[in-house]
Structure formats: C-alpha cells, structure tokens
C-alpha cells in the first residue's frame, strides 16, 4: 500500500525550517514585549463549546469541525468531541474553569498551536494549521482593542510587511446590533429569491453574515445595504470612535469597512483584519475583534475580551509571495573528522565536549574516507574540520583546518577550544554562503 498525507494537510519540510523559526520566535518574543502570558489548551474539547461559543450558524461549526463520539464505558457511546478549529472558546473554557476571575485583570494571554478545520483545500488554507493567538480578557477599555490592533501591526511590520492597512469595524452590542439586524433584513427581503442559496438560508436564520458573503450572485445587492454605524448606540459609538483616536494617533492607517461583521457568532463591538500590499483577492492577512459576552454565554460571569489570530502558513506563504526571506538559520560550524576506529572514539568524545560547552558540531557518519568525509564539511556549510589521524593520537592533537581559506594547523587538545572562539563565533554565525574552494580536494 502506497501511504500519502491526507488531503488538505501538509509535511513542513527542513527547508521551511527558516520561515517557521523566525516568525514563531518572533511571535513569542513580540507577545512577551507586550507582556502577554502564553497558555495552552487540549486539541480537543467537549463539542457543545464550540457549538455555543462560535455559533451554531457559522460555517466553521455546521460544515467545518472534526467531531467524533468518543468510547465511553463498557462499550457505551461516549460524549461528542471536536477537534478545536480556533483557540478563543477552549481559552475562555480555561480561564472559567482555571479560576482566571480571581487573578489581577485583565489576563494578557496568548497560545500557538494546530487548529482543524474541514475547509476546502485551496492555497494557503489546510484542515491542519497553526495559529497565533492572542487576548485580553477583563477590561472593557477601548485601548484593550487597541492593544490587540498594535500587537497585530507590529507582528506583520516587524516580519517586514509593507502598507498594511486596517479594514476596521462595529457590530454594536445586545441593544442595538438587534436594531440594525432588523433593518437589514428589511432591506434585503425584497432581493431574497435572488441571493445565492447559502445566503438565503442566512437570512432566515443569521442576517448579520449575509453581509460577510463572496457569493457572486449576492454582491451586487450589498453596496446598498444599511451601516450598522449609523445604529450603534452611545456607549458602542464613543468606544469606536475612542478605538479609532488611539490608531490615528499613532499613525497606523485604518479604513472603515461597512461590510466587515467577521465569521463568528461571540463577536461585539470592534471588528477588524489588517491587509497588506501585494496580496490580491485575500488581502486579509489576519483578524479579530471584541467578545464581551462570550464568557457568560460559556457559564461564567460577565466578562469583556477582546483578541485575534492569524494563521502560521498565510503568514509564511504571504511572506514568499512577496520576497521575504527570514534570516539565516545558526548552523553547526564545526566538523570533525577521523581516520580509523580509534580516532573515531577520540571524535565521539570530542563532538560532545564542544556540545556540551554550546560550539554547533557535527561528526562523520560510517567511517568513510577523508575525502568522503570534507565532502560532508563542505556539504553541510561548516567552516571547520577537526581531523584526528594517528599522528594526533600519539600527540593528543587535532589538525583545525579552516575550509574556507583551505588554511590548517595542528592544536593541542587542550587549547582547541580557545582556538575555535577565538577564530570565530561558532555558536551562533550562520553559514557561509559557498566556499572558495573545496576541501574535499585538499583532503589528503
């Protein structure tokens, strides 16, 4: 039987690794700068959180979960899980359940991790993918929305996006989101028998995604539609305008996006997704927004919040689209070579101490010939060999051969290690781009 991944997921190869290192320790290191705590949850949870927290009406929860019946005893049924398909209902499971309440609020967290969906694959979107995800839970303060704005900014500024922009938005709270509700099924009931079937069914049951459609046959009818800005009542129209002082403040563009209402049912108030330059029909680079009722609707007491997230892989292949290149990957820079099976135990005891004291190391694999094994040197980028013949043996010596001057010497044991770091950082430079010659050749 010939074995392949399952359709819609991937295999990260080692020439991704560059990509992944620098945007997941530039994530951790920004969320940290921001005083963010990191949390992580279970894969998967009970079914009915997902269900009552993202909303039984969304597409991620009537189309998109990986849900099972688990064994229960005996060879009964056992309760319904889900594979989680975003983080912010399993972190506003544990913060209830974790006693989060008590704690100094509000509670920075942040989380980094596989998410499943059951989407249609298609560039840059799996059923396995990673996500960055961050909130703020436990004020209900315009600048916890901009907080949340700034940490997304400053992630894509810093991984080296150009003219991102915020596409910005409210979608008011409990008072008044039923007005504007009301108003735009009114508005689209006399184009009903001509929207796209999925939006047909939205209105009956959920108006407010209608808005959110990319079906070609409902477009056409949205640029007439009310703005649910002109319904927010005073509390929900100072917290926008407060939201949108704080980004212009500090100059970061934004643009009011009528249409803007997001996936997910636990929104309130702020919406948004920031774009970028270059990425044609999905310029959403990212997005969220406040949830001020969610954890009440999970059990717990009223409590406001407000988050993002932004996938891994867009962020990656957003990155390659536009020519990117995250910095070259710390590579071990030192090889050590040997010529017969006692200078091989010589090695073995050697590439550890280097280890152990933080030098990059690698050793020769199969007790290959000299020249085989400076192939190997010259193969994986390093700037030194350390070769133990039987001449060293006798003098508790190693020939240092520097690969890129083709230049060597022989060091006592003792000092080899001075003699490293004092020729060259080897803990943490990355490799040279190509070697003027090969030291395979002057192998002897």
């Given at each position: 039987?010939?074995?392949?991944?399952?359709k819609g997921t991937q295999d990260i190869l080692p020439e991704a690794e560059p990509y992944w290192a620098h945007v997941t320790s530039t994530v951790q290191a920004l969320a940290r700068r921001f005083g963010f705590e990191q949390i992580s949850t279970p894969m998967f949870e009970n079914t009915a959180l997902f269900a009552r927290g993202v909303g039984e009406d969304t597409d991620i929860v009537s189309k998109?979960?990986?849900?099972?019946?688990?064994?229960?005893?005996?060879?009964?049924?056992?309760?319904?899980?889900?594979?989680?398909?975003?983080?912010?209902?399993?972190?506003?499971?544990?913060?209830?359940?974790?006693?989060?309440a008590s704690r100094p609020q509000p509670q920075k967290l942040y989380s980094v991790g596989p998410i499943f969906r059951r989407e249609k694959p298609q560039k840059g979107r799996y059923r396995q993918f990673h996500q960055f995800n961050a909130e703020i839970i436990g004020s209900d303060d315009p600048v916890a929305d901009f907080e949340i704005l700034l940490l997304t900014h400053t992630l894509y500024r810093e991984l080296g996006f150009k003219n991102l922009v915020f596409q910005i938005n409210s979608t008011g709270d409990p008072e008044c989101k039923p007005r504007y509700v009301a108003a735009l099924k009114?508005?689209?009931?006399?184009?009903?028998?001509?929207?796209?079937?999925?939006?047909?069914?939205?209105?009956?049951?959920?108006?407010?995604?209608?808005?959110?459609?990319?079906?070609?046959e409902t477009l056409p009818y949205l640029s007439g539609a009310p703005h649910i800005v002109d319904y927010l009542n005073d509390d929900c129209k100072k917290?926008?305008?407060?939201?949108?002082?704080?980004?212009?403040?500090?100059?970061?563009?934004?643009?009011?996006?009528?249409?803007?209402?997001?996936?997910?049912?636990?929104?309130?108030?702020?919406?948004?997704?920031?774009?970028?330059?270059?990425?044609?029909?999905?310029?959403?680079?990212c997005g969220g927004g406040r949830y001020d009722g969610l954890i009440e609707l999970l059990g717990g007491a009223p409590t406001p919040g407000v988050g993002f997230a932004t996938g891994i892989e867009r962020i990656i292949m957003s990155m390659q689209d536009q020519g990117i290149e995250p910095p070259a990957l710390a590579?071990?820079?030192?090889?050590?070579?040997?010529?017969?099976?006692?200078?091989?135990l010589v090695a073995v005891k050697l590439v550890t101490d280097l280890r152990n004291a933080g030098v990059g190391a690698r050793i020769?694999?199969?007790?290959?010939?000299?020249?085989?094994?400076?192939?190997?040197?010259?193969?994986?980028?390093?700037?030194?060999?350390?070769?133990?013949?039987?001449?060293?043996?006798?003098?508790n010596s190693v020939i240092l051969r520097d690969l890129g001057k083709s230049e060597q010497a022989s060091v006592p044991m003792a000092d080899l290690q001075t003699w490293v770091t004092n020729l060259i950082d080897v803990r943490t430079t990355p490799p040279q781009e190509e070697q003027p010659e090969s030291a395979a050749e002057e192998a002897k």
């Open positions: 039987m010939k074995y392949q991944r399952i998109e979960m990986y849900t099972w019946l688990d064994r229960g005893k005996d060879g009964e049924q056992g309760e319904s899980l889900t594979l989680r398909p975003e983080f912010t209902a399993g972190v506003m499971r544990a913060y209830i359940e974790n006693g989060f009114q508005y689209l009931l006399p184009y009903a028998d001509k929207l796209a079937p999925t939006d047909r069914d939205r209105l009956e049951r959920n108006p407010l995604r209608v808005l959110d459609s990319k079906e070609r917290h926008f305008d407060e939201v949108l002082s704080y980004l212009s403040a500090v100059d970061i563009p934004y643009q009011i996006n009528h249409r803007l209402v997001r996936g997910l049912d636990y929104y309130t108030k702020t919406v948004f997704e920031l774009w970028g330059e270059g990425l044609g029909a999905q310029a959403a680079l590579r071990p820079q030192v090889f050590v070579a040997y010529l017969n099976e006692a200078a091989k020769a694999f199969g007790g290959r010939s000299l020249k085989a094994q400076m192939k190997d040197a010259d193969r994986t980028g390093c700037r030194f060999a350390l070769i133990i013949g039987e001449d060293e043996l006798k003098t």
